[in-house]
């Protein structure tokens, strides 16, 4: 089965792409495009932004379950309206349809229950066909852009009067409606945003709201493995990292044998090369010589 999966996945998603059919601000499960790539484009336009003396606010979003969220229903009359039908829509119903599944408790079964939402978890086709299902995610806004990693989601707009506040809020209860007609559940309680820039008057005079609660002004902000901070540095990640680093170091070493301080020495300098290349890549990539003080701490780490 996974085999096919692989054929079907791979002319499904050339269908997408020869036809523009993902959504443009979707950075998951596509070809050349990547978690990196996603943080590069949303830091590159808020620190425009920033340097042009405009406010950006952000809304970092929360998807209840995302991937077992998908309505097969839903899902279908999507894929039917971008024009995929045929053998290839029949065979994607069969994929999904009739589903059921037991429960397993300290030996016990449940009896079998129908599975009417969801995309199958270890699946091939499941990231592609949830891309699929949340493609028109940025439908109705007006003013503010989409961003997404997979459910990693975020809203931005460039803030230069409270006018524009009550602008954001239109667009966030309209992606909030998109979510209930498509059964998508989000967790109004944990968003978070984070106002960047130096209008300092509006962003006093600045609340957002989901589901009739207030969302949570946060002056750092974790966004896929990196740390963001509200002045458009990432000071604040270095020092996380150079924290953290430095506790590890501090292990106590003294009751391993040679071999295995020698194989500890080599495990943390590997992570730690990965972790600079995953976490840090985004920030020197675009930063290198903007905030040359915010390099040393991490340089001192490797020294």
């Keep these: 089965m996974n085999i096919f999966e692989r054929v079907v996945r791979k002319r499904l998603t050339e269908f997408m792409e020869e036809n523009d059919a993902f959504n443009e601000g979707q950075h998951g499960f596509r070809k050349g495009r990547s978690c990196l790539s996603q943080l590069l484009v949303h830091q590159e336009a808020i620190l425009h932004d920033i ?3 405009r406010n950006v606010d952000v809304i970092y979003l929360d998807f209840a379950k995302a991937f077992d969220k998908v ?3 839903l899902l279908f009359h999507r894929l039917k309206s971008l024009g995929i039908g045929g053998t290839l829509g029949q065979w994607l119903h069969s994929f999904l349809a009739d589903r059921k599944q037991k429960v397993s408790v300290q030996g016990h079964l449940s009896p079998p229950s129908a599975v009417t939402s969801g995309v199958p978890q270890g699946s091939v086709l499941g990231p592609l066909l949830f891309l699929i299902m949340i493609g028109d995610i940025d439908k109705g806004l007006q003013h503010s852009t989409v961003t997404s990693f997979a459910d990693d989601t975020r809203m931005k707009m460039q803030i230069e009067t409270v006018d524009d506040v009550a602008l954001l809020q239109q667009d966030l209860n309209c992606l909030l409606s998109w979510a209930k007609d498509n059964n998508m559940k989000m967790n ?5 945003v984070m106002m960047y820039g130096p209008l300092l008057d509006i962003k006093e005079h600045t609340k957002y709201q989901a589901h009739q609660q207030n969302i949570t002004l946060k002056e750092y902000v974790r966004d896929l493995g990196v740390t963001w901070s509200a002045d458009g540095t990432f000071s604040h990640h270095i020092h996380l990292y150079h924290h953290n680093r430095e506790e590890t170091n ?3 070493l003294k009751d391993l044998s040679d071999k295995g301080k020698v194989l500890y020495a080599n495990l943390v300098e590997g992570l730690g090369s990965t972790e600079v290349r995953i976490l840090l890549s ?3 990539s675009t930063q290198d010589g903007r905030h040359h003080e915010t390099r040393s701490p991490t340089e001192n780490v490797h020294q």
């Design 250 to 252: 501090r292990l106590d």
């Design 188 to 192: 109004g309680d944990k968003f978070e």
């Design 282 to 284: 985004a920030l020197v």
């Design 71 to 73: 309505d097969h229903s």
């Design 51 to 53: 340097s042009k003396g």
